[in-house]
């Protein structure tokens, strides 16, 4: 346990170079960080995509005419609360809770699943209103930005079944354990990349 | 937890006391939430100057995006979080490049483009 190096105050005693390679849970960890940045630099592409624009709307309906203020709240509601949830889960999968972790995670597999049928109401009702992808660059940009969000909430979702699954088949496994932890870093940068777009996309709208 | 060579760095999302984490998920909700709850009120008041308002749901997104980053990833400034830091810190750097550079570049072009009367106009 680490109680015992930091209470014989070895942390800085030892050089880096001596300590050896660092544990497969730490690089993987900061591997997967890597990625989620670099999955944000892509989404910072659309953002900006979007802001430029914007306001292209080409005769057709503005945001501010289209996006449903109320909607958008509690698809946010939703993504929040299935962000602790998968928080609570990733507790459970540390201390190998099974029964907590299936419920934990089957919570954020609902609210997921409800954030993303609220998002996919309002993307068929907008086409449905002849506002689809095709009718303005705005309308394109928003399409792009948000479908892409959207995209990821969904393989997010089949990446959490796939972990209930590998967790019913290998159980707590130190690998399992390591996947599980980068499915709930996933699911909280997205919830982080969800804010930008209700508050550039949602609330700027005008 | 095999989670714990002290001075190798950290992977995010661990906290180095386990015992603490259920409640910083707690607290993060509230703050999330009163943010959250905060911007969406902004933007449907008349109280705010709306002028101010890009501003305003700006400051609460990125405020948002902080308790986010600290009690959901717990992203620190300890010793052992430099390299999550670190890389952090360039993502957000190349994204800030991305973004605003995009906006500057754009809004020049469209300052200098000449008008479509005018286009037509030299065209006759």
């Known amino acids: ?206 | 937890m095999q989670s714990s060579a002290p001075a190798q760095g950290h992977a995010p999302g661990v906290a180095t006391r386990t015992g603490h984490l259920g409640r910083s998920y707690l607290i993060g909700l509230g703050f999330a939430l009163v943010l959250t709850v905060a911007s969406f009120w902004a933007s449907s008041t008349p109280l705010v100057y709306p002028r101010a308002l890009p501003i305003l749901i700006a400051v609460l997104a990125v405020a948002q995006m902080g308790v986010h980053v600290s009690f959901f990833l717990h992203i620190s400034s300890a010793p052992d979080q430099t390299n999550n830091l670190l890389a952090l810190a360039f993502g957000v750097f190349i994204t800030a490049l991305v973004v605003f550079g995009s906006l500057l570049i754009m809004s020049n072009l469209n300052h200098n483009m000449v008008s479509m009367d005018q286009l037509m106009q030299m065209q006759r």
């Open chain 1, 1 to 206: 346990m680490s109680a015992t190096s930091e209470s014989l105050g070895l942390e800085g005693a030892i050089p880096l170079s001596y300590q050896g390679p660092a544990p497969t849970r730490v690089v993987a960890g900061f591997g997967f960080w890597l990625f989620l940045l670099s999955d944000i630099i892509l989404f910072s592409v659309l953002f900006a995509a979007y802001a430029v624009l914007s306001s292209a709307s080409a005769g057709g309906p503005t945001g501010a005419e289209l996006f449903d203020k109320r909607h958008v709240f509690l698809e946010t509601l939703c993504l929040l609360t299935s962000s602790v949830t998968c928080g609570f889960g990733s507790l459970a999968v540390a201390r190998t809770d099974g029964r907590a972790m299936f419920v934990w995670m089957v919570a954020t597999l609902v609210l997921g699943a409800t954030f993303l049928g609220m998002e996919v109401t309002e993307f068929s009702g907008m086409v449905a209103a002849g506002a689809g992808p095709s009718h303005s660059a705005f309308l394109s940009a928003f399409f792009a930005l948000v479908g892409t969000h959207g995209l990821h909430v969904g393989l997010g979702l089949v990446w959490l079944v796939i972990m209930l699954l590998q967790v019913k088949t290998f159980g707590f496994h130190p690998m399992v354990a390591r996947r599980f932890f980068c499915f709930g870093l996933f699911w909280h940068a997205l919830d982080i990349v969800w804010i930008g777009v209700f508050s550039i996309v949602y609330l700027g709208a005008h």
